[in-house]
């Protein structure tokens, strides 16, 4: 059992390049979420999805677009990287009101 | 504005002695707070939770406490072991937050000394 598997687990960009960055679970947990944490900001809400065809803004949407095909996958696109999206982002899932279930996350740094 | 805030970034307590977490919050329509534990290069994992009408839960070493009047909340760690030397980030969430989502705060790092 996996449960939430991202990837890759590094990556560099240049400046005005995309990427998308995989999320997959298998517990068949029906909300899924992006974060991205920086020094002294804590977790940040990108983007959420509680179903396969909805997905919803979170705090700092700007810069990520985010699609929800099936109950199992939530790919994250950065569609032009800039320098303030070198973070470390982190896929979240949960089912109903349980706490949320984080992978290990994704290390971005963008020159 | 950050709504929840944890003022210290680090903390250093001897094993075997309390340690205690504070994390304070601004919006009162947050009504049920949880604590998250992180270790470097892992994602964070759940600890301990508590839900406004109660002001304290207890998980075996872990104790939060919560005071709605101060809108402070705690995490208490007796006795303290090496193996929780990890981040710590408190969370809530509300009926006015979108779709319950929660808000981190900026965490604390705590080093238990063997």
New interface residues.
């Given amino acids: 059992n996996a449960g939430v598997t991202q990837t890759p687990k590094f990556q560099v960009l240049k400046t005005g390049q995309s990427m998308t960055l995989q999320c997959a679970q298998d517990m068949n947990h029906e909300y899924m979420s992006w974060y991205r944490q920086d020094p002294g900001m804590g977790l940040r809400l990108i983007h959420y999805s509680v179903g396969a065809g909805i997905t919803d803004q979170g705090e700092v949407p700007n810069g990520y677009n985010v699609s929800r095909s099936t109950t199992e996958d939530f790919p994250l696109r950065l569609l032009s990287a800039a320098p303030s999206q070198t973070s470390v982002y982190f896929c979240a899932t949960r089912a109903g009101a349980s706490p949320l279930h984080f992978g290990n996350g994704t290390r971005l740094t963008v020159t | 504005d ?1 709504q ?1 805030k ?1 003022n210290s ?1 680090s903390l250093s307590v001897q094993e075997g002695r309390i340690s205690i977490l504070n994390c304070d919050y601004t919006n009162s329509m947050f009504d049920y707070f ?1 604590w ?1 534990k992180k270790y470097p ?6 600890l301990i ?1 508590i839900s406004s009408i109660k002001d304290k839960n207890e998980d075996g070493r872990f104790t939060v406490f919560l005071n709605k009047s101060a809108k402070h909340l705690s995490l208490h760690i007796v006795p303290s072991q090496p193996g929780d030397s990890a981040v710590y ?1 408190c ?1 809530a969430k509300g009926m006015d937050t ?5 808000t ?4 604390t790092r705590l080093q238990v000394q063997p």
């Fill in positions: 950050q929840v944890q970034p949880l998250y290069a892992e994602g964070p994992t759940f939770s980030f969370a979108g779709r319950r989502a929660l981190f705060g900026s965490g």
